[in-house]
Structure formats: C-alpha cells, structure tokens
C-alpha cells in the first residue's frame, strides 16, 4: 500500500530533523505501508510568493492566512531531502510539493517550478477565482456563492491545472464538496474531460480521505463513486492518499481507500 499525500513538517518548527523524518518511516511500517509521498505545500515557502499576490488581495483574513504560514525558504528542504536521499529505509520515499494551481499567476510558477528537480508535483486546487473555498475561517461565503457556478469553475481550474503540464498528480479531486454544498446539475461531462486530460498527460488522481481526516468524520470517504466509476472506466491511474497533517496519521484510511478501488 502506499499514501502518496504526507505533509512534512506543514509549519512544524521542529525543523528539518533526521530523527523527526525518521518518525514518518516508523508510522508508516507500522501502517503497512511499503511507501510514502512526502511534501511540502508552496504557500510555506518565500520563493512562491509572487504565486499568492491574487490569494493575499482578494480579502484580509486570507493576506493574514499566507502570512502566517509562510515563513521559510525551500532550500532548507531541498538541503534536507540531499542528507536523506541516499539511506535505504524500509519504506520507500518520495519527496515532493503540493503545488497551488492559481490559473491567474500559472506562468509565474511555471518559471519558478523549472529551477527545482523533485520526484513529484502534485497540483491542487484551493482558490478559485481568489477565494479560498476549502477554509473554515470563511466557510460563511459559501451562502453567497452560485454553487453551481463555483463547481463549474473548479472542474475549469483542475482542467487547466492538467493542461499546464507542470504535475505528476492532482491532489483531492472532489475537496470542493468540503462543506457539503452539492450542484443541482449532472457532472458527467465534467467528470470524462477530467479523466481524459488526467490520461493524456500521463498523471494520477488522488482517491483521498483528506476530508474525513481533517474536515470532519461525516464526509463520504474518498472520490464519490460517480466521479471514482468515471476514472476507473477510462483506466486513470489512482492512487490512495492519507493528506496526513501530522506523523501520527501517516496511512490514515489508507485500507479502506485501496479497497474502494478494488470492489
Ligand atoms: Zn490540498
Ligand atoms: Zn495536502
């Protein structure tokens, strides 16, 4: 089994720790895993800054929200990943990002992802149109919005996140039911061009349990079967993913994701 979703140190000011890495690779044998995705998210890191211009503006309580959380350079993590990169473990490791895919500053990461060389890109859509959809904080801004429209932009921005080219996967297709607003329309078409560009350029989707995990106990686990039968009917590629948040939940619904792609 494997969890291709594991934040790192996710603002952990415990650092760039070999004993602290060392922790993932315990929680993971322990889970049954043989291997484990790690990242970082781009909003942690200064060099992504320019990235955010369109996330800070849109209000304060999101300015305020990058602020806090970035606050450290990417080239304390890629130092690290070169000190670990050449000890065999017994969990195998990737080491990656989890890239937010802005349509509004796409050509600016696009330049600042070339000068880095990780084992992955994972992208995710968390903005759409510069509000953060997927927030507690502002899950108030829901009742103001057509639902229907808000997903239509979502599927627009996943579509567009696959077409840049830049990733390897897409992170929690699906996240935007965090809140558990539903359209009063049928996503089929949106559900076949998702998994038609995932193919055509060679990346996998995520059957997460992301929400579950970190949202709230209530939340179906994983893709909802439509969108999971469309994907697996065209033979995308899934992979399960835990969205761990802290080492304790390495391989969190790992088990019941796997088996979600085997009934
Ligand atoms: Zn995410
Ligand atoms: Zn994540």
Not at 15 to 34: N, S, T
Not at 197 to 220: C, R, V, W
């Amino acid at each position: 089994m494997r969890d291709v979703h594991v934040h790192f140190l996710h603002g952990n000011p415990i650092g760039y720790r070999i004993d602290f890495f060392e922790g993932f690779i315990k929680v993971a044998q322990a889970a049954g895993l043989d291997e484990i995705y790690l990242l970082e998210h781009t909003h942690q890191f200064t060099e992504f800054e320019s990235v955010y211009e369109p996330i800070r503006s849109y209000n304060d309580f999101q300015n305020n929200w990058i602020t806090e959380r970035m606050n450290g350079s990417i080239e304390e993590y890629i130092d690290f990943i070169k000190r670990v990169k050449d000890t065999k473990y017994p969990v195998k490791v990737k080491f990656g990002l989890e890239v937010c895919y802005i349509p509004e500053t796409a050509d600016i990461l696009a330049d600042i992802l070339k000068k880095y060389d990780f084992d992955f890109l994972t992208g995710s859509v968390h903005w759409i149109d510069g509000w953060g959809f997927d927030h507690m904080g502002q899950k108030e801004l829901w009742k103001s919005k057509n639902v229907e429209e808000v997903y239509k932009r979502y599927y627009d921005i996943m579509f567009r996140l696959c077409e840049s080219g830049l990733f390897n996967g897409l992170s929690h297709p699906d996240s935007i039911k965090c809140f558990g607003y539903k359209p009063d329309m049928d996503l089929t078409e949106y559900y076949n061009k998702l998994a038609m560009l995932l193919n055509k350029h060679g990346m996998y989707a995520e059957n997460s349990g992301g929400l579950q995990l970190n949202y709230s106990p209530d939340i179906e686990l994983g893709l909802n079967p439509q969108l999971l039968s469309i994907l697996r009917k065209n033979n995308v590629q899934i992979e399960t993913a835990s969205d761990a948040h802290k080492q304790s939940d390495v391989g969190a619904n790992i088990p019941e994701l796997e088996k979600m792609l085997r009934i």
